[in-house]
């Protein structure tokens, strides 16, 4: 018998908490702790993490809720209420980021803060933040693929609760969730190696962040069956995969062509290079 995961972890004076919202405030947690502490090395104050995430995060989460809605704007036209249940789930992390990162060129300016050092400072964090969060897409069910049988997941080594929880609308789907967070994991550890053996220039830790996720999105946006489309079959993420990867391809290209004075990447005195 299958063993079907509550998306409900418990309840406070008889309101739902769902595992869902867990999952994203932990990997926010983390994501601020991390980001604070490079920012630490890098020269800044941790509170400039702090007061960026208290009007960012709020803004993030609108734009992701936003982006979400505008692209099935008839299934929330019927019933307009639901435009603000995001307790289960509705988020599209796109929408999150481009309205944090326009929250963050405003705060940057305000705060005479070099724009892309603040960048490179949470790009490793938000991909190991985006890695967590799809754990709490498998809570809901959502960001899963096509139909596959019990047998291929099985042969994939997996747990045998995730096995269990790909039983969707009475077929096994392919974990499409899992692929995407150990993509944005393994991006996580990629990005912080190279950080640390001073690959970078300013600016570039971003943009590797930009370049690892949009390629891997793209592939694993077209295995998933619950996509949000643009027009006919032309998923809406994986259109925007595509012009993030050569956007940000040209720009670190034109940078190290046209910008002799580019600084390395300086993560100033930190005790240990190899600390996170």
């Known amino acids: 018998m299958l063993a079907v995961v509550d998306r409900v972890a418990f309840e406070v004076f008889g309101v739902a908490i769902y595992w869902y919202a867990i999952i994203i405030v932990t990997g926010v947690i983390i994501a601020m702790f991390l980001s604070s502490r490079e920012a630490v090395r890098v020269g800044l104050k941790a509170d400039d993490v702090t007061d960026f995430m208290l009007v960012g995060l709020p803004v ?30 509705g988020l599209a992390i796109y929408g999150g980021l ?13 705060h005479f ?86 690959v970078f220039k300013e600016g570039e830790v971003f943009l590797g962040y930009i370049i690892w996720y949009s390629f891997g999105r793209f592939f694993i946006e077209g295995m998933r069956s619950d996509s949000l489309y643009l027009f006919g079959a032309i998923r809406i993420s994986q259109a925007l995969s595509f012009v993030l990867f050569f956007a940000a391809w040209g720009v670190l290209l034109y940078r190290r062509k046209n910008n002799a004075k580019l600084k390395d990447y300086d993560r100033g005195h930190g005790n240990n290079r190899f600390l996170i």
């Open 60 to 89: 993030a989460l609108i734009g992701a809720r936003l982006y979400y809605v505008l692209f099935d704007l008839p299934t929330y036209l019927n019933n307009p209420l639901q435009i603000f249940n995001v307790r289960s789930g």
């Open 98 to 110: 481009i309205a944090g990162g326009l929250w963050l060129i405003i705060f940057c300016r305000h």
């Open 113 to 198: 803060i070099p724009i892309w050092k603040f960048l490179d400072i949470a790009a490793p964090s938000i991909i190991l933040a985006q890695g967590i969060g799809r754990w709490g897409n498998f809570m809901n069910h959502e960001a899963y693929g096509a139909i596959t049988t019990k047998t291929f997941l099985t042969n994939l080594h997996l747990p045998q609760f995730i096995i269990e929880n790909m039983y969707i609308d009475g077929h096994f789907r392919q974990p499409t969730f899992l692929y995407e967070s150990l993509w944005n994991i393994l991006g996580f550890l990629i990005l912080i190696i190279l950080r640390n053996k001073k």
